[in-house]
């Protein structure tokens, strides 16, 4: 079964720095997507940013930026120029991508409980 | 853009009473998916439908059942409600291309308090 792990249960940031929130992910199929939710204190799931495994180029969106090592297993978000509305809970998601028939359910990790400091 | 509606929004029930929880996806979205999230918990998933058909299942307990409508809607029914069963319950939506569920868009959830 696939596992995901994030390593920091929480981390804090400067407002206007930069932020790198770790995740790393355990499976022995070659077709899957990774994804960084974010949870603010409202409780939605809000997706951040997503990244197929078969492409070799980092997910960016906007401020929100992935370094994906497929070989480590290893897929963090960075988060430049940090706003307060950035505070929330982080949670990295892996999904199998389904050609391969694996479930398409996604598992997450514990989280990383961001704090952005004014 | 339309999201992902779910009703209620908060719900609150005695031990062992039952409850509904409805979910409506994103128009043309065609699979549907259940998550709890416990406090302080990461969300787990129990149960999802592609075109009114189960097609996974995740730790779903027995005392809980759901299916999918014609109108692709999706309602998640749970009996017998236990203390433990106080979580937020998310649905996510899905549209199948080409055999691929493209990326899961979640609902607001519902808060269920079991008392």
């Known amino acids: 079964a696939q596992t995901v792990t994030q390593s920091q249960p929480e981390m804090s940031v400067q407002e206007a720095e930069t932020v790198t929130l770790s995740c790393t992910y355990d499976t022995s199929e070659s077709d899957y997507y990774l994804f960084w939710y974010k949870q603010p204190p409202s409780r939605q799931m809000i997706l951040v940013i997503r990244q197929e495994a078969y492409k070799q180029q980092n997910a960016t969106e906007n401020r929100f930026s992935v370094n994906f090592q497929k070989a480590a297993k290893s897929f963090s978000l960075k988060i430049s120029d940090s706003q307060l509305g950035d505070a929330a809970m982080y949670f990295c998601?892996?999904?199998?991508?389904?050609?391969?028939?694996?479930?398409?359910?996604?598992?997450f990790g514990k989280g990383t409980k961001l704090t952005v400091n004014p | 853009a339309a999201g992902v509606i779910q009703s209620p929004r908060h719900l609150i029930k005695e031990k062992r009473e039952t409850a509904t929880l409805k979910c409506y996806p994103i128009p043309r979205h065609d699979t549907v998916y259940w998550y709890q999230q416990g406090p302080g918990q990461d969300p787990q998933f129990l149960i999802s439908f592609y075109e009114k058909m189960q097609s996974d299942k995740g730790s779903i307990p027995d005392r809980f059942s759901a299916q999918q409508f014609s109108d692709y809607h999706s309602e998640l029914n749970m009996s017998s409600l236990e203390l433990g069963d106080s979580a937020l319950y998310f649905c996510?939506?899905?549209?199948?291309?080409?055999?691929?569920?493209?990326?899961?868009?979640f609902g607001p959830g519902t808060r269920l308090t079991v008392l």
């Open positions: 996510a939506s899905s549209r199948r291309t080409s055999g691929v569920t493209d990326t899961q868009y």
């Open positions: 998601a892996y999904r199998s991508g389904g050609r391969q028939g694996g479930s398409e359910k996604l598992v």
